[in-house]
């Protein structure tokens, strides 16, 4: 089956710098990638998504790549803010089964 | 527009006893999936239902089985509970089909804990 490994752990940056947070997948059959937020006590939410014939996606201040070969993708959050601080999940999807299989997360704090 | 509502929100079980959650999914969506997530943890996938039948499974023992009845809300159930049943259980809806993977909205879970 697929399995999905995110780094780092933890992330602490001072607010308005970057955080990036990177995940590998093992089944190149995988072909959906999304990446949700969990705020403390609070339901996934769904922030950015990427399929796998896209190389990059942008919103605002979050945008997601996508390296097919090296089975790979990751979370890009520019000025981030304090309301940033969570647990963010990224997940994929293997092709043609709607099944999805989650990193362990990131704990991400923005120090004001 | 109403989202993914669980039920009950928190629920205590000594081991032994069975345990049923409920799910109803955000509107329009199809498909549901129950997911286990213990602390400090990711989301691990135990089942999806679409039309009414178990469609994908992850690595789960069959003490854990569900439904989907015609208005596309589930249930989960989970027989013997044991000690290592204790995590938020979460229910995702989605469209279903084949092919790309369809985003997934997440309910509030359920927190089972078992004495």
């Known amino acids: 089956g697929e399995n999905v490994e995110q780094h780092p752990s933890t992330l602490s940056v001072q607010e308005g710098d970057s955080a990036v947070i990177k995940c590998t997948y093992s089944d190149s059959a995988s072909n959906y990638f999304p990446w949700y937020k969990q705020e403390l006590g609070k339901r996934p939410q769904l922030i950015i998504d990427?399929?796998?014939?896209?190389g990059e996606k942008k919103d605002q201040r979050i945008a997601v790549t996508l390296n097919k070969t090296a089975k790979h993708f990751s979370l890009h959050i520019t000025e981030t803010q304090p309301e940033d601080s969570a647990v963010y999940f990224c997940a994929a999807c293997l092709y043609n089964f709607n099944k999805f299989y989650f990193g362990s997360g990131t704990k991400l704090n923005v120090k004001p | 527009d109403a989202g993914v509502t669980q039920s009950p929100t928190h629920l205590i079980k000594t081991r032994g006893q069975q345990v049923t959650l409920r799910c109803s999914p955000k509107?329009?969506?199809?498909?549901v999936s129950w997911y286990q997530q213990a602390l400090g943890q990711g989301p691990q996938f135990i089942f999806q239902?679409?039309?009414?039948?178990?469609?994908q499974r992850g690595n789960f023992p069959d003490r854990f089985s569900g439904h989907q009845f015609p208005n596309y809300s589930s249930e989960l159930n989970v027989n013997a509970l044991l000690l290592g049943d204790s995590a938020l259980y979460l229910c995702?809806?989605?469209?279903?089909?084949?092919?790309?993977?369809?985003?997934?909205?997440f309910g509030d879970g359920t927190r089972l804990s078992i004495l």
């Open positions: 239902y679409y039309e009414e039948e178990e469609r």
């Open positions: 995702a809806s989605s469209l279903g089909g084949q092919g790309f993977g369809q985003p997934q909205h």
């Open positions: 990427i399929r796998s014939n896209v």
């Open positions: 509107s329009g969506h199809d498909t």
